[in-house]
């Protein structure tokens, strides 16, 4: 179970209800229709000229059923594979990105197609690594594509294609992405609002200059001297023991997992060194102005506050894959995060891009960021009217893992509180809109608290009966086929706190609390 469910955490995380879709007699037929689509011309499909290159039936194996995979392009160069199951459901997906894209990342739609969904997903109009930013160089195509574009028209395309396929328009149209592929979600939500029935969001990258500003900041924070992190993972260890130690015990239950993260009032003086002591049981001066800097996020010099702010007590853990090259298996002699920041403020969130030559520390977080805007307005998901969205019937689950390091949760919990605001209130927002906060989980999924989520199923049900996801099941498993325990998950500002009775590794036993 969990095998399946991680599969789409990487995108957003899914399972999905039996359809009750009928099968059409055309789709007995798949060898001929899969062989002549790529002879049908889709150069009118309205704002999304699109080339079918090739398609190939694949037969059905270790539980992907047969289907008909296409690949086609977008004009100029935006990537799409589409994968046509034989037993259609009658439904539609898209499947959202990670980092900058440039691929078509394998398995993408390997869970909608086991559920029979007809799946497009894209390479977001352009060829690189995740982080690779080379292919953005004063690129404005290639800029709107990926940051806004490619979703929009490769719903339109995909959703044309299965069409022509099956004959029918499908039914349903969904949604699902995690990181990138979050902000995507919400971009389709803001600027796009009829293009999907509803969204699953996770973890978006959302005020994504800001975000860029936070992995420079991280990266010049641990920075020594010498150039080496001035951080360990048995400093971070010792930081992490001592929050749990304060904290672990908020949801009820002794888990090693910070329950509301927000509410912990950790002090990191207490771990400071004595004078000229210098040990494994505490912390020097230069490494606590490291990790303060961390937990404060991006400011000026004035202490101008630039960001909504770093990770968040008990996510301490997962600093050391991003904040020490020896986890970056891109560049050795680079941190994710220095990576990730040199690759775009040298391509991608400048304009004119200043291009290779750029080094982390000429960022000045004094004037820099007030140059940030032109880009922000390509990139940006931070659109808190949702008006026209929640009009058109759409419905979007947003989760967000509370010890993310990558994407910290206090910017969607700021969106979501601003969203509440714009709409009206509360009860305007949660009919359509709700926000789920998961303990001890980074970013997407992985962790220690419970990170698989049946999201689609959820949003399904929403969707297409109107029940509204009040409590949702998250799974925590132990290996490839157990399940270690379960938690359950309730919309914010609502969070689980064991009842006191019963088997605590047991979401029943858990209730709500504010």
Same mark, same amino acid.
Request: charged share 20%; hydrophobic share 35%; aromatic share 10%.
């Given at each position: 179970?969990?095998?399946?469910?991680?599969?789409?955490?990487?995108?957003?995380?899914?399972?999905?209800?039996?359809?009750?879709?009928?099968?059409?007699?055309?789709?007995?037929?798949?060898?001929?229709?899969?062989?002549?689509?790529?002879?049908?011309?889709?150069?009118?499909?309205?704002?999304?000229?699109?080339?079918?290159?090739?398609?190939?039936?694949?037969?059905?194996?270790?539980?992907?059923?047969?289907?008909?995979?296409?690949?086609?392009?977008?004009?100029?160069?935006?990537?799409?594979?589409?994968?046509?199951?034989?037993?259609?459901?009658?439904?539609?997906?898209?499947?959202?990105?990670?980092?900058?894209?440039?691929?078509?990342?394998?398995?993408?739609?390997?869970?909608?197609?086991?559920?029979?969904?007809?799946?497009?997903?894209?390479?977001?109009?352009?060829?690189?690594?995740?982080?690779?930013?080379?292919?953005?160089?004063?690129?404005?195509?290639?800029?709107?594509?990926?940051?806004?574009?490619?979703?929009?028209?490769?719903?339109?395309?995909?959703?044309?294609?299965?069409?022509?396929?099956?004959?029918?328009?499908?039914?349903?149209?969904?949604?699902?992405?995690?990181?990138?592929?979050?902000?995507?979600?919400?971009?389709?939500?803001?600027?796009?609002?009829?293009?999907?029935?509803?969204?699953?969001?996770?973890?978006?990258?959302?005020?994504?200059?800001?975000?860029?500003?936070?992995?420079?900041?991280?990266?010049?924070?641990?920075?020594?001297?010498?150039? *080496? %992190? $001035?951080? /360990?993972?048995?400093?971070?260890? =010792?930081?992490? @023991?001592?929050?749990?130690? +304060?904290?672990?015990?908020?949801?009820?239950?002794?888990?090693?997992?910070?329950?509301?993260?927000?509410?912990?009032?950790?002090?990191?003086?207490?771990?400071?060194?004595?004078?000229?002591?210098?040990?494994?049981?505490?912390?020097?001066?230069?490494?606590?102005?490291?990790?303060?800097?961390?937990?404060?996020?991006?400011?000026?010099?004035?202490?101008?506050?630039?960001?909504?702010?770093?990770?968040?007590?008990?996510?301490?853990?997962?600093?050391?894959?991003?904040? *020490? %090259? $020896?986890? /970056?298996?891109?560049?050795?002699? =680079?941190?994710? @995060?220095?990576?990730?920041? +040199?690759?775009?403020?040298?391509?991608?969130?400048?304009?004119?891009?200043?291009?290779?030559?750029?080094?982390?520390?000429?960022?000045?977080?004094?004037?820099?960021?007030?140059?940030?805007?032109?880009?922000?307005?390509?990139?940006?998901?931070?659109?808190?009217?949702?008006?026209?969205?929640?009009?058109?019937?759409?419905?979007?689950?947003?989760?967000?893992?509370?010890?993310?390091?990558?994407?910290?949760?206090?910017?969607?919990?700021?969106?979501?509180?601003?969203?509440?605001?714009?709409?009206?209130?509360?009860?305007?927002?949660?009919?359509?809109?709700?926000?789920?906060? +998961?303990?001890?989980?980074?970013?997407?999924?992985?962790?220690?608290?419970?990170?698989?989520?049946?999201?689609?199923?959820?949003?399904?049900?929403?969707?297409?009966?109107?029940?509204?996801?009040?409590?949702?099941?998250?799974?925590?498993?132990?290996?490839?086929?157990?399940?270690?325990?379960?938690?359950?998950?309730?919309?914010?500002?609502?969070?689980?706190?064991?009842?006191?009775?019963?088997?605590?590794?047991?979401?029943?036993?858990?209730?709500?609390?504010?």
């Amino acid at each position: 179970m969990r095998l399946l469910v991680m599969i789409t955490m990487a995108i957003t995380c899914s399972y999905c209800l039996s359809s009750t879709a009928q099968i059409s007699p055309l789709q007995e037929d798949i060898v001929s229709r899969c062989k002549n689509i790529v002879s049908h011309d889709f150069s009118g499909i309205a704002d999304a000229p699109t080339k079918v290159l090739s398609s190939k039936l694949i037969h059905a194996k270790k539980g992907m059923p047969e289907h008909c995979l296409v690949e086609a392009y977008i004009a100029p160069s935006i990537g799409v594979e589409l994968s046509l199951p034989k037993k259609w459901n009658g439904k539609f997906v898209e499947v959202g990105c990670g980092g900058h894209c440039g691929k078509i990342f394998a398995g993408s739609c390997d869970y909608p197609l086991q559920k029979n969904y007809a799946c497009v997903a894209s390479d977001m109009g352009h060829k690189s690594t995740w982080l690779d930013g080379q292919w953005a160089y004063n690129n404005v195509q290639a800029e709107i594509d990926w940051g806004y574009r490619a979703t929009h028209v490769s719903a339109l395309a995909g959703k044309a294609i299965t069409e022509h396929f099956y004959h029918i328009e499908p039914e349903r149209s969904y949604f699902m992405g995690c990181s990138t592929g979050g902000r995507q979600g919400l971009i389709e939500a803001q600027r796009f609002p009829w293009d999907f029935d509803g969204i699953v969001v996770g973890a978006p990258a959302m005020n994504l200059t800001s975000l860029y500003m936070q992995f420079v900041w991280n990266a010049r924070a641990v920075q020594s001297e010498s150039k *080496n %992190s $001035l951080l /360990n993972q048995d400093d971070l260890k =010792l930081v992490n @023991d001592a929050v749990l130690a +304060l904290c672990d015990m908020d949801d009820g239950v002794y888990d090693g997992v910070v329950g509301d993260p927000l509410q912990c009032k950790f002090d990191l003086s207490k771990l400071a060194c004595p004078a000229e002591i210098d040990n494994s049981n505490c912390l020097n001066a230069e490494k606590i102005a490291a990790i303060e800097k961390i937990y404060s996020g991006v400011m000026t010099s004035e202490g101008k506050k630039l960001f909504t702010g770093g990770p968040v007590p008990g996510s301490e853990l997962n600093w050391f894959g991003r904040i *020490n %090259s $020896l986890m /970056n298996p891109f560049q050795n002699s =680079l941190s994710i @995060d220095e990576t990730a920041g +040199l690759e775009a403020f040298r391509y991608m969130m400048l304009m004119p891009d200043p291009g290779p030559e750029w080094e982390i520390s000429d960022f000045d977080f004094d004037k820099d960021y007030k140059r940030l805007g032109l880009m922000e307005s390509l990139y940006a998901s931070s659109n808190p009217d949702l008006r026209k969205f929640k009009a058109a019937g759409g419905k979007m689950i947003v989760y967000q893992g509370w010890s993310d390091m990558s994407i910290p949760p206090r910017n969607i919990i700021d969106y979501y509180e601003t969203v509440v605001k714009t709409l009206g209130g509360r009860e305007h927002t949660d009919d359509f809109m709700r926000l789920f906060l +998961l303990p001890g989980v980074n970013h997407c999924s992985g962790g220690k608290g419970a990170d698989s989520v049946d999201y689609l199923a959820y949003l399904e049900k929403w969707v297409e009966q109107g029940t509204a996801p009040d409590r949702m099941e998250a799974l925590h498993a132990k290996d490839a086929d157990g399940i270690q325990f379960s938690r359950p998950l309730f919309p914010y500002p609502l969070k689980a706190k064991y009842s006191g009775y019963g088997n605590s590794n047991d979401a029943k036993n858990f209730v709500p609390v504010r």
